[in-house]
């Protein structure tokens, strides 16, 4: 029996409304899809809320972590007469405020973590269509982020650590597709700003949108460029949009330590090399050997081990392998990511994403820790949404049949191991 001619205008109606948002019925999906498979492997509330008790604090006036009610046996915080605060920058905390003044510290930070990072890869998805990216490679790069990066255990883990990592992915996330987008600088810099108060070395990734700027008014680079007044007038918007940050982290800093440059971080390191506590890899190896400084030229050989080399560990019972608590080689986790390294095509994209790279990494790799208890190599995250968009580039610009068949290979590698990862990441490693 066939339909009504009101049932076919109906059916067509709803199929408009389908194709109309459809956008947002992908979007819906990729959240759930993502957030569900995260929610399996998110311990319902894992005891530390650092920055719940911040944001806590924060409604109230203060900064000061122990009036908020946090335990007194937290580590990683810094004591001040009978105050407590966090070294942590405040982004992560800000983002839980309007959940906090509902909820109060029984709100889940690792609950939170695993909606945002579920939400980091719709927008992910967001930047890969802003760039023009092939459906082809869409469909392999949303689940390469989302389950075969370190964004998969950070965002199930949502410890203080890995929780400051997925907010700063967030609005790096933002400010990456507000400037595909052509958006005001001036905003696209404030999202930014929220990305720098929520890990610190995202700073150095500010010549990434500069860069990337300049060539909207030139088709090369010349020293009489930087004197071209559209040019100028973007940069002072930029500044403009990101300097009130540079006060509210002066301001905070103050606040907590009556200090405009002390934020917390020396007094935690000093803790850490006076204990007791295998923090990286090099004091694991050789416990009796003079520590590292906060920030060390000799930790650059084993941060780029641990990104590179550092194999998972042997144990000896049916498992055989486990993944190493100092981190593992990004080539065994998210092997997908060599396709960041053969983009053909000339894009002053492609240059803004290397150098962002480059100065972030300058920075990380010479941090005393290598990223400690992880899945993988952490600290990639803050710089991951420059790879994500290299190893997009690459994808397509490689797209030859047996190209195809290895991106393929490769993204089901990465998600295997980071699911074989975290399932034992979350049982103690």
């Not at 066939?2 to 059916?11: I, P, Y």
Request: net charge neutral; with cysteine.
């Amino acid at each position: 029996m066939g339909l009504t001619e009101s049932e076919l205008v109906q059916r067509e109606s709803w199929g408009n409304v389908l194709l109309r948002y459809r956008g947002y019925v992908y979007g819906a999906s990729i959240f759930l899809g993502v957030y569900l498979v995260y929610l399996i492997f998110t311990p319902v509330d894992i005891g530390e809320k650092h920055h719940v008790y911040l944001a806590q604090a924060m409604l109230h006036g203060s900064f000061d972590v122990a009036k908020a009610g946090m335990p007194a046996d937290y580590i990683d915080t810094v004591t001040v007469g009978a105050s407590r605060y966090i070294p942590f920058p405040p982004g992560p905390a800000v983002l839980l405020l309007p959940f906090v003044a509902i909820w109060g510290t029984s709100f889940s930070e690792s609950q939170f973590a695993a909606a945002l990072g579920a939400v980091n890869v719709v927008l992910f998805w967001q930047i890969l269509i802003a760039l023009g990216i092939s459906r082809r490679a869409k469909i392999l790069l949303v689940p390469f982020f989302a389950f075969g990066t370190v964004e998969f255990y950070c965002a199930t883990e949502g410890a203080v650590w890995q929780y400051n990592h997925v907010a700063a992915v967030f609005f790096m996330l933002v400010a990456v597709l507000l400037l595909l987008r052509k958006a005001p600088l001036a905003l696209t810099a404030f999202v930014f700003g929220f990305a720098v108060i929520s890990r610190t070395p995202t700073l150095f990734a500010a010549p990434f949108f500069l860069y990337y700027v300049y060539y909207q008014h030139s088709e090369r680079l010349s020293v009489a460029g930087l004197t071209d007044r559209a040019w100028l007038k973007d940069v002072a918007a930029f500044c403009a949009g990101l300097a009130p940050f540079g006060v509210v982290m002066l301001g905070y800093d103050y606040a907590r330590f009556h200090n405009l440059f002390t934020s917390g971080y020396q007094a935690v390191y000093e803790e850490y090399i006076h204990g007791d506590q295998k923090y990286n890899y090099y004091r694991a190896l050789f416990p009796d050997a003079t520590p590292l400084k906060l920030f060390d030229v000799r930790a650059i050989p084993w941060h780029l081990y641990t990104l590179l080399l550092m194999p998972p560990r042997f144990v000896g019972d049916w498992s055989v392998f486990r993944p190493s608590p100092y981190g593992m080689s990004v080539l065994l986790t998210s092997p997908a990511f060599v396709y960041a390294l053969m983009v053909k095509r000339k894009t002053p994209l492609k240059a803004a994403c290397w150098i962002a790279i480059a100065l972030v990494s300058a920075l990380l790799f010479s941090h005393y820790s290598q990223g400690w208890v992880q899945f993988g190599y952490r600290f990639l995250l803050d710089f991951a949404p420059f790879l994500l968009i290299l190893t997009a580039l690459g994808f397509d610009d490689n797209d030859s049949p047996t190209h195809r068949r290895v991106q393929f290979d490769l993204v089901a590698i990465s998600i295997v191991v980071c699911f074989w990862g975290n399932f034992w990441a979350h049982r103690g490693f």
